[in-house]
Every structure is written in C-alpha cells, then in structure tokens.
C-alpha cells in the first residue's frame, strides 16, 4: 500500500497526473485500506468466540457424568459446527483477493495507458511548438524588410496532362475552371532586396513555369522567399499530378487525375471532389482531410495529425502517429482497409452486404465491433494485447473485404454506413 502511494506521488511529481487525479488515486487508495480492515475483525471476533467454547467444552468434559463415548461424539460434533464458519471465512477472502488483484491490474493498465499518452502527447507538443515556431520565425530582423508583390503568368494547355509542381516555401491551391489556358498567381513575399522592382527580377530569374511536350513545370527553390502560388487550370482529366512542398499546405477540389502524389513535410493536405485511379498523400506534420473521392488504390499518412477519408473507395492504407484515423467507404466492391494509429482512435465504416474477412487490435484501448451479423473467428484479451478477428460469409461473393484496425492506445471501432 505504501509504494502504490510513493508511485502516485511520483508520478504527481513528474507531471503524468493532475493534483485532482491525484487526490481521486489517493482517496481511493484509502477506502480499499479500510474496507481490508473492515473485513479482519470479523475473523478475529470469531477467533475468540472459537476459543471461548472450546474453554466451555473442557470445562464441561471435567464436570460431566456422561461415558467418553458420547462425549466425544459431542466433541467432534462442537468441531464440525466450527469448521464451517471457518470455511466460508477463507472462501470469501479468496474472492476479496482476486477482486483486489483484478482492480490492481486495472489500474495499472489505465495508469500505464494514461503515461504513455502522455508522453506521445508531450512529443507531439513540442513538435508542434517547434515547427510553429520556425514558422513565425522573424525573419526581416537578420536579412532586412520584406517586400510583397504579385505576377501572373500564362501558359497554354492544349496539349498538357502532367503537372509537376514544386515549392520549398509556401502553399499551393488548385483550381479547375472553363479556361483553355493554364493561369499562374503568385503572391511573393522577399527579404534583403533594396526594392519592389529588384525583388520581382530575383523572383523572375529563380521561378520556373514552362511548358515541356506533355508536362506544365512550376517550380521555386527559394527557401528564404515565401512563394504562394494560386493555379487556375483547365477542366478535364489529366494523366498525373506530382505536388511536392517543403513548408506549406496544398488544396484542391473538384479534379480528376489517373495518378495523384502529393507529399509536403509541413502543412495540411485538403481535398475534396477528386476522381482517380491511385492517389498517396504525405505530410510530416499536419492534418490529411479527403472527402468526396472516388478511386481505386489510395493512401495517406501523417506522424502529427487526422486523417480523414470519406468516398467510394476500393482499397485504403491510412496511417498517423498521433491522430485519430477515420476511414469511411461506399464502394459495393470495396477489398481492402487498413487503418493504423500510434496515440489516437480508429474508426471504420463500411457498406452492409459485404463479405468480410478481418481483424482488429488495441494494447490499452476498447475494442467496438458494432457488425452484429459477422463470426467471431477468435478473441484475445490479454495484458496489453487485446484482438479480434472476425468474418463474414455473403453468397455469390468470392472475394471479401479484408480489414484491418489498429490503435495501440486509442479504441478501434467498426460499423456499417447508416442507412
């Protein structure tokens, strides 16, 4: 009892739990000590109620006229009477010891869950905190004031199905209009240039927007110039889209693409309105949101952030380090989900009618199968190892969907579209 106490105060020192969780561990600590005590004196009462009629019983034996016989027929009678209570007694404090062992556990498993959460979220914190900072960076006090200006530049896209874009500093969003030409808008914002005029010849010198046989390239290594770029392209079904982005986010909606890649080591990834035939989405730190997708093959992954997935979609991968991770499909002929989380939840929905073949898993989260027309193949609850595997049988259907959900602090919960 005294080192769970020593460990709370620990614990409180190194910042795992608040005061009031600390007070709430210690509070209950000591109601299970005095429900221990409460439970001992009744032993003890009939320890000596045991031993005061066995001083009555010899007392008895001496004064007795009776034969030895019957006496210790008496004797062994007096015995048995006793023994009972006695049984009962150790029964009961086997049980009140596999129940204290059984909340013991449980607390250490909810103590354990909250600290690795904890420090998952303290990582993340600081990530967070130090990319932000980096963002905010003053950066006109060392290389002098910035100077802000727009260009625009044209490009025709009679012949174009690649896009190549590609920006060190800055963020990129992705129009589809009824023009027939490609139209470029930057937003730049310099440091160190004595004017607006010089500034716009360094940008014109150093970006790149040209035109190459089947492929529109825009690109800007300036790492130290802020480049946002607004593209206005024609409407209609391009080959390829390859966006990469060093700091910056990227948005897009209402395209159609055989093959999408997108990848940027800081910022957020939004899309909605996409058709394709496989697409990947990368980002390091930053929210990854796809709604209204239609497509084969996808899959997106951040360390810091959610991923939302939402459409009519045949094969997911999702995966985030710290986030929730929620994956919603609307394809009849869906086969593959395969969803992941470090420190978050995992949630998956899925059609009804679908053969099923699937697993999910949690070290220290709940486990919410909400299919009630599926098999249980197989369950395990163990220590920090709990699982579920299940299956589901649909005539004229040779080819189930295979899921998979994984959180290892976080819950996992699958279920069918609402109707």
Same mark, same amino acid.
């Given at each position: 009892?005294?080192?769970? #106490?020593?460990?709370?105060?620990?614990? @409180?020192?190194?910042?795992?739990?608040?005061?009031?969780?600390? @007070?709430?561990? %210690?509070?209950?600590?000591?109601?299970?000590?005095?429900?221990?005590?409460?439970?001992?004196?009744?032993?003890?009462?009939?320890?000596?109620?045991?031993?005061?009629?066995?001083?009555?019983?010899?007392?008895?034996?001496?004064?007795?006229?009776?034969?030895?016989?019957?006496?210790?027929?008496?004797?062994?009678?007096?015995?048995?009477?006793?023994?009972?209570?006695?049984?009962?007694?150790?029964?009961?404090?086997?049980?009140?010891?596999?129940? !204290?062992?059984? !909340?013991?556990? +449980?607390? *250490?498993?909810?103590?354990?869950?909250?600290? *690795?959460?904890?420090?998952?979220? #303290? &990582?993340?914190? *600081?990530?967070?905190?130090?990319?932000?900072?980096?963002?905010e960076f003053d950066i006109e006090s060392p290389f002098g004031e910035s100077? %802000?200006?727009?260009?625009?530049?044209?490009?025709?896209? =009679?012949?174009? =199905?690649?896009?190549?874009?590609?920006?060190?500093?800055?963020?990129?969003?992705?129009? /589809?209009?009824?023009?027939?030409?490609? #139209?470029?808008? &930057?937003?730049?914002?310099? &440091?160190?240039?004595?004017?607006?005029?010089?500034?716009?010849? +360094?940008?014109?010198?150093?970006?790149?927007?040209?035109?190459?046989?089947?492929?529109?390239?825009?690109?800007?290594?300036?790492?130290?110039?802020?480049?946002?770029? =607004?593209?206005?392209?024609?409407?209609?079904? /391009?080959?390829?889209?390859?966006?990469?982005?060093?700091?910056?986010? &990227?948005?897009?909606?209402?395209?159609?693409?055989?093959?999408?890649?997108?990848?940027?080591?800081?910022?957020?990834?939004?899309?909605s309105t996409l058709k394709f035939k496989t697409a990947d989405f990368e980002?390091?730190?930053?929210?990854?949101?796809?709604?209204?997708?239609?497509?084969?093959?996808?899959?997106?992954?951040?360390?810091?952030? #959610?991923?939302?997935?939402?459409? +009519?979609?045949?094969?997911?991968?999702?995966?985030?380090?710290?986030?929730?991770?929620?994956?919603?499909?609307?394809?009849?002929?869906?086969?593959?989900? +395969?969803?992941?989380?470090?420190?978050?939840?995992?949630?998956?929905?899925?059609?009804? $009618? %679908?053969?099923?073949?699937?697993?999910?898993?949690?070290?220290? $989260?709940? %486990?919410?199968?909400?299919?009630?027309?599926?098999?249980?193949?197989?369950?395990?609850?163990?220590?920090? !190892?709990?699982?579920?595997?299940?299956?589901?049988?649909?005539?004229?259907?040779?080819?189930?969907? /295979?899921?998979? $959900?994984?959180?290892?602090?976080?819950?996992?919960?699958?279920?069918?579209?609402?109707?």
């Amino acid at each position: 009892m005294q080192s769970k #106490r020593k460990r709370i105060l620990t614990m @409180l020192e190194n910042g795992t739990i608040t005061t009031d969780e600390a @007070l709430t561990l %210690l509070e209950k600590l000591n109601g299970e000590q005095t429900t221990g005590q409460g439970t001992t004196e009744p032993s003890q009462t009939s320890t000596e109620g045991t031993a005061q009629s066995q001083a009555a019983s010899e007392t008895s034996e001496k004064e007795a006229t009776s034969s030895e016989q019957g006496n210790e027929k008496t004797g062994s009678t007096q015995n048995s009477e006793q023994s009972e209570p006695t049984g009962q007694s150790g029964q009961s404090g086997q049980s009140g010891k596999s129940k !204290q062992s059984k !909340q013991s556990m +449980d607390d *250490f498993l909810e103590d354990l869950r909250k600290d *690795f959460t904890n420090v998952s979220d #303290r &990582f993340m914190q *600081f990530m967070q905190t130090a990319v932000q900072t980096v963002k905010e960076f003053d950066i006109e006090s060392p290389f002098g004031e910035s100077v %802000l200006f727009s260009h625009t530049i044209n490009k025709p896209m =009679d012949k174009i =199905d690649e896009l190549l874009l590609d920006i060190d500093n800055g963020k990129i969003t992705v129009h /589809y209009t009824d023009e027939k030409e490609a #139209r470029a808008e &930057f937003s730049v914002k310099a &440091f160190n240039n004595e004017s607006e005029t010089k500034a716009k010849e +360094d940008f014109l010198e150093k970006v790149l927007v040209v035109t190459d046989e089947n492929k529109l390239r825009i690109s800007s290594k300036m790492k130290m110039t802020k480049v946002n770029l =607004d593209l206005f392209l024609p409407q209609k079904e /391009y080959k390829e889209l390859n966006v990469r982005l060093m700091n910056g986010s &990227f948005t897009m909606s209402d395209a159609e693409a055989k093959k999408v890649h997108v990848k940027t080591a800081n910022g957020k990834i939004e899309i909605s309105t996409l058709k394709f035939k496989t697409a990947d989405f990368e980002t390091a730190n930053g929210e990854i949101r796809l709604t209204g997708l239609s497509g084969e093959k996808l899959s997106a992954e951040t360390l810091n952030g #959610r991923v939302y997935i939402d459409g +009519d979609l045949q094969e997911v991968e999702a995966q985030s380090l710290s986030g929730h991770v929620v994956v919603t499909t609307t394809n009849n002929q869906a086969a593959k989900i +395969d969803a992941k989380t470090m420190s978050g939840s995992v949630e998956l929905y899925i059609p009804n $009618g %679908l053969s099923l073949s699937g697993e999910i898993a949690s070290n220290m $989260g709940r %486990l919410d199968l909400q299919l009630d027309d599926v098999n249980r193949t197989a369950e395990q609850d163990l220590l920090l !190892q709990r699982s579920i595997r299940f299956k589901k049988d649909v005539e004229n259907q040779d080819n189930p969907l /295979y899921i998979f $959900g994984e959180a290892k602090t976080g819950s996992v919960l699958v279920c069918y579209n609402a109707k």
